[in-house]
DNA sequence: AAATCCGGCAACCGCGGAGAT
DNA sequence: AATCTCCGCGGTTGCCGGATT
C-alpha cells in the first residue's frame, strides 16, 4: 500500500542526542505530557521524527527509568520471563519497572545469552545444550511449540514452567518464589507497570515485585549528572510550581550529598 | 604509545497492529 | 470493507570506550 516515511526525511537530524535536543524535549514533555509523537519534534523544536523522540525518551530520558545494571533478581526475572514469552521485550520490561525493552533486549543479548551458554543451557529454548543437540540429530521438532505463543497460554503454573525447562539451580530457586511469580502471573496483565507512563510521579523508594523502584529524585539526580547541566540550564520557564519546587529540592539535595 | 580488537549500548529501520475515516 | 495514519515492537547497525597486543 506504499507506507509513507514516518516523517519527512529532509532536515531531519540523526544520531546521537545532544544535551541541548534532551532539554527541549524533556521541557516539552512536562509541559505537555505525551501527545502525538509525530507532533512532538515539530512542537518541541527538534530537528527529530516523532519517532526518534518516542525512542529517546521511552529509553533514556524518562524519569521513571532504573539506570545501571540489571540485579540478579531482576535478571533472573528476565530469563524466566523469556522462557514463556520469547523475545517479546516490551512485554518483559512491562513486568520490571524502570527498565525498557530495548535495555532488556541490549542486556540479554550481551549478557545473558553468553550466561547461559555457558551454563549449558539454550537461550532459546531454555533446554539443556546437550538435549537440544539430541533433538536435532532426531529431527524433533517438538520445540516448535516452545515458542512466544505457547507461552501466551498460562495455563501451566510459574512453578510448573520453571522446574521443567530449566538446568539451573538459581533459576529453580528463584522459580521457587511464590510471592514473586505469583504476582507476576495473576493474570495476563502485568502489575503497576504496564499501563502507559504519565507525568505521575512516584513520591520515591517505592517497590514492585521485590524491586526497588528509583524515585524521581534519584532519576533526575543521574539525568542531571550525566547530562552536566543544571536545573537553571533546563531553560523550564514553563515548568509548573511543582515541578519545579521537585527539581530544585533535588538540586539542593545533590549538593548536600556532594 | 599507538594500533587493533571487541563488547556494550544507543539509536535507527522496517514491519505489523490498531484505530480512524 | 478498504485505505490511511500513527504507534509500538523487535531486529539490526554503528559508534564509542576499554582491553589487549
Redesign the pocket.
Known amino acids: 500500500?506504499?507506507?509513507?516515511p514516518?516523517c519527512d526525511k529532509l532536515g531531519v537530524?540523526?544520531?546521537?542526542?545532544t544535551a541541548e535536543e534532551d532539554k527541549k524535549l524533556i521541557n516539552f514533555i512536562l509541559t505537555n505530557g505525551q501527545?502525538?509523537?509525530?507532533?512532538v519534534p515539530k512542537l518541541a523544536g527538534l530537528r527529530?521524527?516523532?519517532?526518534?523522540c518516542?525512542?529517546?525518551w521511552?529509553?533514556?530520558l524518562r524519569p521513571d527509568l532504573k539506570r545501571g545494571?540489571l540485579s540478579e533478581a531482576e535478571e533472573q526475572l528476565v530469563i524466566d520471563l523469556h522462557s514463556r514469552l520469547g523475545?517479546?521485550?516490551?512485554?518483559i520490561a512491562?513486568r520490571l519497572p524502570g527498565r525498557t525493552?530495548?535495555?532488556i533486549?541490549?542486556?540479554w543479548?550481551?549478557?545473558i545469552k553468553?550466561k547461559l551458554i555457558k551454563m549449558g543451557i539454550d537461550p532459546v529454548t531454555h533446554e539443556p545444550l546437550n538435549k537440544e543437540a539430541k533433538a536435532a540429530e532426531n529431527h524433533i521438532s517438538e520445540t516448535d511449540g516452545v515458542g512466544a505463543d505457547s507461552l501466551e497460554d498460562n495455563s501451566s503454573t510459574p512453578t510448573e514452567n520453571c522446574s521443567s525447562s530449566v538446568g539451573s539451580n538459581s533459576l529453580a530457586k528463584f522459580c521457587n518464589d511464590e510471592s514473586l511469580l505469583s504476582s507476576l502471573w495473576m493474570n495476563d496483565e502485568p502489575p503497576l507497570i504496564d499501563a502507559?507512563w504519565d507525568i505521575n510521579i512516584p513520591a520515591g523508594g517505592e517497590t514492585c515485585n521485590g524491586i526497588s523502584l528509583p524515585s524521581w529524585e534519584e532519576n533526575c539526580a543521574w539525568l542531571l549528572e550525566c547530562q552536566d547541566f543544571g536545573i537553571n540550564d533546563f531553560g523550564l520557564d514553563c515548568l509548573n510550581d511543582i515541578e519545579l519546587n521537585t527539581m530544585n529540592t533535588l538540586e539542593m539535595g545533590d549538593k548536600t550529598v556532594a
Do not use: F, I, V
Not at 13 to 17: C, E, I, R, T
Not at 48 to 52: A, E, H, I, V, W
Not at 87 to 91: A, D, E, I, L, M
Open positions: 500500500m506504499g507506507r509513507q514516518c537530524k540523526k544520531g546521537p542526542w501527545c502525538c509523537w509525530r507532533a527529530r521524527c516523532g519517532k526518534s518516542r525512542l529517546r521511552t529509553n533514556y545494571l523475545n517479546r521485550w516490551s512485554k512491562a525493552d530495548n535495555e533486549k541490549n542486556h543479548n550481551t549478557h553468553k502507559s
